[in-house]
């Protein structure tokens, strides 16, 4: 992972969202692409038509506060000792996050819980992580980074969403003071997580095969409990939804984690 972009946007997620990225930078040696996007069209739709001046005095009020925000995190980056650049950009932030992704190796954005426009920006941060072309590691605001050596845990149903974050997640694994593969009983599948654990030990990757039933619970409720269990740092996940009207429509156990995750979550789609 040396290529690690990051969502430059004033909320307050960013000091989590920063901490991560320079988390992986530090333990890959690994270079940062902050991104930060203007959306023009976005501020002027949520204004009155009131003339032109009016809609230039907003446009220099925004221009000055995101050369406010660039100023602060750019003074932090420079006390991290991290390699870095800069991208500004304009229009939507989902678009122009997916199209910087084509040459990175992860996307990094928020999860939950948010503090306002959860909708927003839970739909943000879905439609990156199902369009994106690389993984996504979303944090939660609360979170202190990302233990990236820390323990693993891999939520395994073998389907090619989980099997894509799982080869997604391979340099962080290899990374892991240990790695767990949950199995929560469901339906039969040629892939099992004792296989999961098979390919992983071929990738010099140990881990340890967890076997849950439901017993009532919900399948995100069941992963809850075993990231508390096992004190697991970060979550490897499929993600499991598809865009539909620019509006990602996602599946109970992705949206119910990325809306309020215990843990920093990979994701890949």
Known sequence: MKTILVHVDADDGQPA??????????????????????????Y?????????????????????ERRAERQLVEARLRQEGVSWDWIAREGDAVDRLVEAARLVDVVVMSSGPFSGNARVR?????????????????????????????????AWDGSQEAALALRSALPMLRLAESVDILAVAEKPTEFTA????????????????????RNGDT??????????????????????????????????????????????????H
């Open 122 to 154: 839970l739909g943000i941060t879905g439609d990156v992580a199902v369009r994106a072309p690389a993984p996504v590691i979303a944090v939660p605001p609360t979170s202190r980074g990302i233990a990236v050596t820390g323990a693993a845990l891999v």
């Open 17 to 42: 969202r920063l901490q991560a990225a320079f988390d992986l930078a530090r333990a890959f040696g690994g270079h940062l692409a902050c991104l930060q996007v203007t959306p023009y069209a976005a």
């Open 219 to 268: 399948i995100e409720q069941v992963i809850r409990g075993v990231i508390t269990e096992r004190r697991s740092a970060w979550l490897v996940q499929g993600a499991y939804g598809h865009s539909r009207l620019r509006e990602t429509v996602f599946g109970g156990v992705t949206r119910g984690l990325l809306a309020d995750a215990p843990v920093p979550l990979l994701l890949s």
């Open 194 to 213: 004792r296989a999961a654990a098979a390919y992983l030990s071929r990738q010099g990757v140990k881990a340890e095969v967890i076997e849950r039933t």
């Open 44 to 64: 002027a739709l949520g204004e009155p038509a009131m003339g032109a001046f009016p809609v230039t005095a907003l446009i220099e009020a925004i221009e000055k």
